[in-house]
C-alpha cells in the first residue's frame, strides 16, 4: 500500500517536472532559422562549391593528382614556342594550354585536399552551397575558357610542333650515328695503317691480322 | 432563451440551432490543429507552420483542408463498401449530436433536456462503434488492432469517466448540465472564489484529476493514443483512409476533444460563468468563458501530448481498472458522505 502510494507520489512529481520543463520551452525562443529568406553566415573555411581561376592555373595538374575520387578531369596541351601565355597572377610563367579542366561536383566529397596543393593559389572552395540539379551531367564544371575551335587549333599546333621537333630530334640521331660511324671507319683505316707500317713488331703476337681488326669493330 | 422560445417549431430555428456547434467545432479544428503545431513547434523551440497565409502560417490547416479534399477517394478492394465509407461520418456524427446538450451560454443550448448527461454518455459510445467498424470494414489486421485497442479503451475508460460525472451529479442532484452550470453561479467561497464545484468539495478536485485522466484516454490523446500510436499501429483503424474521409476521423477526433473538454469546464468549471461573479457576465460573455475554458483544458492535453510519453497496453489497462476505477468509486461514496454532513 505504501509502495503504492510512493510509486504514485513519484508519477506524479515526474510528470509535472515534465509539464514543468515543456512549460519553459513553450515562451523560449526558437532556434529555427528560416532558410530561404534568413541565411547563416558560413565560417571562412567553410568547404563548399570548388572555383577555379583559370587565368592563374599553370596546368601543374596538381589538384587532379591530389583527389581521392578522381572528379578534376585536366588536359592540358604544350604551348608552342612562338606563343607567351604570360605570367600568373603570383609571378609563375605559364607554359600550358588548358583544354580541359572539368571538376565533376557530384563527385566532389568536399575533402579540400586539391586546394592546398595547388602553387598558385587558383583552386579554391567558395561560400555558395546551392548549386542543385535535375541532371547529374550539370554538375560537371567547366573551368576551361578555350573555345573548340581555339582548343582544336591549339591542338593541331602543338602537334605539328612536336612532330617537327621529333623530326628534327630523329634527324640529328641519324646525324649523330653517321658521324660515329664515320669516326669509327676512319679510325680503322688509321690502325690498319699502322699495322702496314710496322707488321714486324706484331707478328710475334697476331698470326692473322684481319681476324684481330674484326674484333676491334666489334 | 430567446432563441429557444422563438422557433421550437420552425425549421429554421432547427437549423440554426443545428449550426451554431457546427460552425463552432469547424472552425475550432481549424484554429486547434493549427494550434497544436504551433504548440508542438513552440514546445520544441521551433517555429511550427509558418509559411501559408502569412503571419505565422494561420492558414496552414485550411490549406490542409484543400489539400485533403483534392485527395482520391481510395476505398480497397477487399474492404467492406458501405461499413468503410460510413464509419468516418458515424464517428463524427456521434460527437456532433454530443454537442446538442451542451450549454454553451445561459442564453444557448440545443437541448435542455433533463437526461443531458445520460444522453450524452450514451452518445459518445457510438465512437467506439464506428472506430471498430472503420477497423473491421478496412479489412487489414492493424486497422482492425488498433479499433480492437481502441473499443477495449473506450469501453475501460467510460467506466471512471460515468463514476467521475456521477459524482458531479450527486452534487448538483440534476441531469441537466443547464442546471448543473447555473448551480455554479456566484462567489460565496470565502467570498470572492467562484461557486465552482471544482473548489466546493476537496473530492471533487479528485474526481476531476480522474476525470482528466479518463477524456485523455477516452479522446486517444497522449499518453493513451494507443488505437492509433503511429509508431507502432501506421495510425490504427485510420490506416486505410484517405483524402476527405480520413479528414473526417481527424474532425472527429478533435470535436471528441473540445466536447470532453467543454464537459469538463460545464461540470467542474462553472461552464459559462463569469470566473469575475458579475463582472463580465452575460450571454455573449458566457459563450466566451465556455470556450475560454473549454479550449484551455484542450491546451492542457496538447501540451501534455508533447510532454509524456505513451503508454503500454498492459499499463494503460492496469491504471485503468486497478487505479482509477476503485479509486473513482471510493471517491463517489466520499462524495455523497460530504454532501450528507455537509449540506
New interface residues.
Given amino acids: 500500500m505504501l509502495h503504492t502510494v510512493k510509486e504514485?507520489w513519484l508519477t506524479f512529481k515526474s510528470?509535472f517536472t515534465?509539464?514543468g520543463?515543456?512549460?519553459k520551452?513553450?515562451?523560449?525562443?526558437?532556434?529555427?532559422l528560416?532558410y530561404p529568406d534568413e541565411r547563416d553566415e558560413l565560417p571562412a573555411n567553410a568547404r563548399a562549391k570548388l572555383y577555379v581561376d583559370i587565368d592563374d592555373c599553370i596546368g601543374c595538374n596538381l589538384c587532379a593528382r591530389a583527389c581521392p575520387v578522381n572528379c578534376i578531369d585536366i588536359e592540358t596541351v604544350m604551348a608552342t614556342e612562338d606563343v607567351d601565355l604570360g605570367k600568373t597572377s603570383t609571378g609563375n610563367p605559364k607554359r600550358f594550354w588548358l583544354t580541359r579542366f572539368n571538376i565533376d561536383m557530384a563527385k566532389c566529397m568536399y575533402c579540400d585536399l586539391c586546394v592546398h596543393p595547388c602553387p598558385t593559389e587558383c583552386i579554391k572552395m567558395v561560400q555558395e552551397y546551392e548549386y542543385s540539379e535535375f541532371d547529374r551531367t550539370n554538375l560537371i564544371y567547366h573551368f576551361s575558357n578555350l573555345s573548340p575551335e581555339m582548343v582544336a587549333e591549339v591542338k593541331d599546333k602543338a602537334e605539328k610542333e612536336a612532330e617537327e621537333k621529333k623530326r628534327q630530334r630523329e634527324e640529328a640521331k641519324r646525324k649523330k650515328e653517321e658521324e660515329a660511324k664515320k669516326k669509327k671507319e676512319a679510325e680503322a683505316k688509321k690502325k690498319e695503317q699502322e699495322k702496314d707500317e710496322n707488321p714486324a713488331g706484331e707478328d710475334s703476337k697476331g698470326k692473322d691480322p684481319s681476324k684481330k681488326n674484326s674484333s676491334d669493330n666489334k | 432563451m430567446t432563441l429557444l422560445n422563438a422557433g421550437s417549431t420552425s425549421a429554421v430555428a432547427i437549423l440554426i440551432h443545428a449550426a451554431i456547434p457546427l460552425t463552432i467545432i469547424l472552425v475550432y479544428a481549424l484554429v486547434a490543429i493549427w494550434g497544436e503545431r504551433k504548440i508542438a513547434g513552440f514546445i520544441q523551440d521551433r517555429l511550427g507552420p509558418m509559411r501559408v497565409g502569412g503571419f505565422h502560417g494561420w492558414a496552414q490547416s485550411i490549406a490542409d483542408l484543400l489539400k485533403l479534399l483534392q485527395k482520391e477517394d481510395i476505398i480497397p478492394t477487399d474492404a467492406s463498401r458501405f461499413l468503410f465509407k460510413f464509419a468516418p461520418f458515424m464517428m463524427f456524427a456521434a460527437s456532433y449530436a454530443a454537442f446538442a446538450v451542451i450549454p454553451f451560454s445561459s442564453s444557448y443550448i440545443g437541448s435542455s433536456v433533463d437526461i443531458g448527461v445520460f444522453y450524452l454518455v450514451a452518445v459518445t459510445s457510438i465512437l467506439t462503434l464506428s472506430i471498430i467498424m472503420a477497423g473491421w470494414a478496412s479489412n487489414n489486421k492493424w486497422s482492425l488492432l488498433g479499433g480492437m485497442r481502441s473499443a477495449a479503451q473506450m469501453v475501460s475508460y467510460e467506466v471512471p469517466t460515468i463514476a467521475t460525472i456521477l459524482t458531479v451529479i450527486v452534487v448538483s442532484g440534476s441531469l441537466n448540465l443547464m442546471t448543473v452550470t447555473e448551480m455554479q453561479s456566484g462567489n460565496d467561497i470565502l467570498g470572492f472564489i467562484p461557486n465552482w464545484f471544482i473548489f466546493q468539495n476537496p473530492f471533487l478536485l479528485i474526481a476531476f484529476g480522474i476525470f482528466f485522466i479518463s477524456i485523455l484516454a477516452e479522446s486517444h490523446r497522449v499518453p493513451f493514443d494507443l488505437p492509433e500510436s503511429e509508431s507502432e499501429l501506421v495510425a490504427g483503424y485510420q490506416t486505410e483512409y484517405s483524402g476527405i474521409r480520413w479528414a473526417m476521423f481527424m474532425l472527429a477526433e478533435y470535436a471528441d476533444m473540445l466536447l470532453l473538454s467543454l464537459v469538463g469546464a460545464t461540470l467542474f468549471f462553472g461552464g459559462w460563468n463569469s470566473p469575475f461573479g458579475d463582472f463580465l457576465s452575460g450571454p455573449g460573455w458566457g459563450y466566451f468563458w465556455f470556450l475560454f475554458k473549454g479550449l484551455l483544458l484542450v491546451f492542457v492535453m496538447m501540451w501534455i501530448r508533447w510532454t509524456l510519453p505513451r503508454y503500454r497496453v498492459d499499463q494503460l489497462m492496469q491504471i485503468c481498472w486497478s487505479v482509477l476505477i476503485p479509486l473513482s468509486f471510493v471517491n463517489l461514496v466520499l462524495v455523497a458522505i460530504w454532501e450528507v454532513i455537509f449540506n
Fill in positions: 504514485g510528470i515534465g509539464m520543463i515543456t512549460m520551452h513553450l515562451f523560449q525562443p526558437s532556434v529555427t528560416q
